[in-house]
Structures are given as C-alpha cells and as structure tokens.
C-alpha cells in the first residue's frame, strides 16, 4: 500500500516537443486518477514516466516514501494494462496471466490460486486453455486485465484499456474495471480520452493540453466548474457553447440582446461567455430576457434533441441546446425563444481563457 507522487515531472524529447511539462500531482491508496486528453497531450508519455520504461528529463517519480526515478521497471513492482493488450501469443490464458508471477518466482501453489481467483472474477475459467489468437478482443481485455491483477503491484497503470472494444461491450467491461479496482485499494492512474469514461470511473480527473494539466479536480468539478475554455470546451458533449461577445457597460452583447454580466473589478472589452446546451431552457410566456432565434438544424438523439439556434440578426453567434422534448414541434426555419439563466453562465478570460466567474448552479439536464 503506498501512495503515488508525480513531483514536477518534465519530458523533452526536442525543444519542440515537450509531451510532460511540470506535472505535480499524487494518488491516494484506493484513488482512481484519470488523466484526460486529446491525442498527443503526453497521457501515455506520463504513464511510461511512472512506470520506468522512460526516464524524465527533470523531475522524480515517489512510490509511498521511495524516490523510484532512475529504478529499473522491474523493481518498481508496477502492473500496466497496454492498449494493445501485450500478451504471449504463444503462450495460453493460463500461462500469460501466470508469467509475471513465474518472473518473480512466486511459489507454483500460490500462482494457481491467484490465477483462479483472478479467472474467476473476470470470467476467464472457461478460456484458459485458449491462446490469445483464439479469443475475442474483449476476452484477450479481460486476460491483459487478470495478468495486472495477480501481481498484486503497489501500483495500477492502465493505458486506455477499453479502446478496441465496441461500445457495448465497453460499458460492461467499464463497469467492471469500477468494481474490481475499488477493490485493490492501490492507486490507479487511468489513461483515455474518452470523456464518458473519464467522468464514471474517476475519484480524480486531471485535464492535459499539450503536456500541461489543465485542471485536477473531482469529476463533478470539471464538469460544473471548468478552471478554462480549454476544459469546458474538451468535457461534455455536444461542447458547452462557447461565445465571444463584446461588453458595453454591465452587460455583454449577443446579437441586439444584452446580457447582465456578474460583479467584476473592470469590465473588459470582449469576455468568452460558455453555456452548457442542457442549461439553455425555452422561454415560457412569463420569461423576460428573451433571446430570439431561429433554428437551423434538429438532431434527434432517442433520448433527447439537439437544436441548433442562430441567434437573431446574427449570422455567427450560434447556440446549440439539449432538450428531452423536441420544443412544441418546432423544426428547423421556425422561430425560437431562449433563456440563458445567469446562474448557469460561466464566464472566461477572453486573453487567457481562464474562468472568471463560475456558474452558481450546478449543470443539469431540464
Ligand atoms: N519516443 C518519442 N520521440 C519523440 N517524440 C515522441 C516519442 N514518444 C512520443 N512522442 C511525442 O510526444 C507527444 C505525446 O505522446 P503520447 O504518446 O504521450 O500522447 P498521448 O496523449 O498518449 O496520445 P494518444 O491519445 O494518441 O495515445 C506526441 O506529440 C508524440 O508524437
Ligand atoms: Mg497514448
């Protein structure tokens, strides 16, 4: 049992490509850390930090009290689940569950038993005498899974274990990975860029854009509580609305609508306004602070609608809103009121793109 610490770690391959720029971060016993981001970001890069399959260029790597940069892989008492899976494909399930036990010459009686237990939990008794070549990619997911598993490391690293699974059978095995890491109690760092994941799995979520956390927070916060454009525009999907408006006195201009904006020491002349599409409500009859639209495109998603607005004497300002009812039958061309509630609005620096006020109430679909 021993907790992770990243202490300002750096990785420069070239001058220009910089995949880990000061990543301060740690990881509690029993704490689930994904790091989120788009391609490139350096998630991998981070991983293979920890785990000694590369070395940083400036910073260290603390497993409990232990400073490990510099220890060779093998000593760090790892487990990594690889995207491609990385099994034997010589070798049977039994066998490549086995082998990182046989490498440290567990007893052979205390090999099977775990094995079995492993097998057990995720569902592999019946398979283990199949080689990776005779299974599915979920199975061979679920073998690289058991093979981490039985190690029983100090620490888990799993680099976006789901991501050549079909959607179905990611949820399930989604679900699963939930279960079975709660129960460890070891950190976890997590790798993906899938969102949905990011948000189910997670104690903690750090935001990366090109080698920098953006923000590290509890799901939730990311969420509701976006530190910048780069996070509310990255997590949830559709993306918050995200529009630059200019400022005149205490409002802010969209289209000829005028938008109170919150307290401020001085207003500035431009301010990114972001919106959520599920906090963008259709007026009722008693709404004041209307803004009118028009629509120009209706997504019917089964469970809800999205509903594309052009804001009205404005070609460019455009607002999507999430809605579970499609809006009295409204179609594309037709008219529309909107409410964007003040409380719902977060606020961002036009220059920097750092949030300046954030939204009272948290996000929610109506
Ligand atoms: N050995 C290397 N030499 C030079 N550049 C590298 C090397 N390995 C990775 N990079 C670069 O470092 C950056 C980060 O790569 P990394 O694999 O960490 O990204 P990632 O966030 O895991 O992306 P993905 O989601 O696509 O897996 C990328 O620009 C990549 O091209
Ligand atoms: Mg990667």
Same mark, same amino acid.
């Given at each position: !049992?021993?907790?992770?610490?990243? $202490? %300002?770690?750096?990785?420069?391959?070239?001058?220009?490509?910089?995949?880990?720029? /000061?990543?301060?971060?740690?990881?509690?016993?029993?704490? =689930?850390?994904?790091?989120?981001?788009?391609?490139?970001?350096?998630?991998?890069?981070?991983?293979? &930090?920890?785990?000694?399959?590369?070395?940083?260029?400036?910073?260290?790597?603390?497993?409990?009290?232990? @400073?490990?940069?510099?220890?060779?892989?093998?000593?760090? %008492?790892?487990? !990594?689940? =690889?995207?491609?899976?990385?099994?034997?494909?010589? &070798?049977?399930?039994?066998?490549?569950?086995?082998?990182?036990?046989? &490498?440290? $010459?567990?007893?052979?009686?205390?090999?099977?038993?775990?094995?079995?237990?492993?097998?057990?939990?995720?569902?592999?008794?019946?398979?283990?005498?199949?080689?990776?070549? +005779?299974?599915?990619?979920?199975?061979? +997911?679920?073998?690289?899974?058991?093979?981490?598993?039985?190690?029983?490391?100090?620490?888990?690293?799993?680099?976006?274990?789901?991501?050549?699974?079909?959607?179905?059978?990611?949820?399930? #095995?989604?679900?699963?990975?939930?279960?079975? =890491?709660?129960?460890?109690?070891?950190?976890?760092?997590?790798?993906?860029?899938?969102?949905?994941?990011?948000?189910?799995?997670?104690?903690?979520?750090?935001?990366?854009?090109?080698?920098?956390?953006?923000?590290?927070?509890?799901?939730?916060?990311?969420?509701?509580?976006?530190?910048?454009?780069?996070?509310?525009? =990255?997590?949830?999907?559709?993306?918050? @609305?995200?529009?630059?408006?200019?400022?005149?006195?205490? *409002?802010?201009?969209?289209?000829?609508?005028?938008?109170?904006?919150?307290?401020?020491?001085?207003?500035?002349?431009?301010?990114?306004?972001?919106?959520?599409?599920? @906090?963008? *409500?259709?007026?009722?009859?008693? /709404?004041?602070?209307?803004?009118?639209?028009?629509?120009?495109?209706?997504?019917?998603?089964?469970?809800?609608?999205?509903?594309?607005?052009?804001? /009205?004497?404005?070609?460019?300002?455009?607002?999507?809103?999430?809605?579970?009812?499609?809006?009295?039958?409204?179609?594309?061309?037709?008219?529309?009121?909107?409410?964007?509630?003040?409380?719902?609005?977060?606020?961002? @620096?036009?220059?920097?793109? /750092?949030?300046? #006020?954030?939204?009272? #109430?948290?996000? +929610?679909?109506?």
């Amino acid at each position: !049992m021993a907790k992770l610490e990243l $202490k %300002n770690l750096n990785k420069t391959y070239t001058p220009k490509v910089i995949p880990v720029k /000061d990543v301060s971060l740690s990881v509690e016993d029993g704490e =689930f850390l994904t790091l989120l981001g788009p391609s490139g970001c350096g998630k991998s890069t981070i991983l293979r &930090l920890i785990a000694g399959l590369e070395e940083p260029t400036r910073g260290q790597v603390l497993i409990g009290e232990r @400073n490990v940069t510099g220890v060779r892989p093998g000593d760090r %008492n790892i487990a !990594m689940v =690889f995207q491609s899976y990385a099994l034997y494909p010589h &070798l049977t399930v039994y066998d490549n569950i086995a082998s990182g036990l046989k &490498l440290k $010459k567990t007893p052979s009686e205390e090999i099977k038993q775990r094995v079995a237990e492993a097998a057990n939990v995720l569902g592999l008794e019946e398979l283990m005498n199949r080689k990776p070549g +005779q299974m599915s990619g979920g199975q061979r +997911q679920r073998v690289a899974l058991a093979r981490a598993l039985v190690r029983r490391p100090d620490v888990f690293l799993l680099d976006e274990p789901l991501s050549n699974l079909d959607a179905l059978l990611r949820e399930r #095995v989604r679900a699963e990975i939930k279960q079975l =890491f709660a129960a460890q109690k070891v950190p976890v760092v997590y790798v993906t860029h899938d969102q949905t994941e990011a948000m189910t799995l997670s104690s903690k979520v750090a935001v990366l854009n090109k080698g920098d956390v953006q923000q590290l927070d509890a799901p939730e916060l990311i969420y509701n509580n976006p530190a910048n454009v780069f996070v509310a525009g =990255f997590v949830g999907s559709p993306q918050m @609305n995200l529009l630059t408006l200019s400022c005149q006195g205490n *409002h802010a201009s969209l289209g000829n609508f005028k938008i109170p904006l919150p307290k401020m020491p001085t207003v500035p002349h431009n301010i990114v306004l972001g919106i959520r599409p599920e @906090n963008v *409500h259709l007026a009722k009859p008693e /709404d004041t602070n209307i803004i009118k639209g028009r629509i120009f495109l209706v997504e019917n998603l089964g469970m809800h609608y999205l509903i594309s607005v052009r804001v /009205d004497s404005s070609e460019k300002e455009e607002i999507i809103v999430r809605a579970l009812v499609p809006i009295q039958q409204k179609w594309s061309g037709e008219e529309i009121n909107l409410v964007l509630p003040n409380e719902s609005i977060h606020w961002f @620096n036009v220059q920097t793109g /750092d949030a300046m #006020v954030k939204p009272s #109430v948290a996000s +929610q679909l109506v």
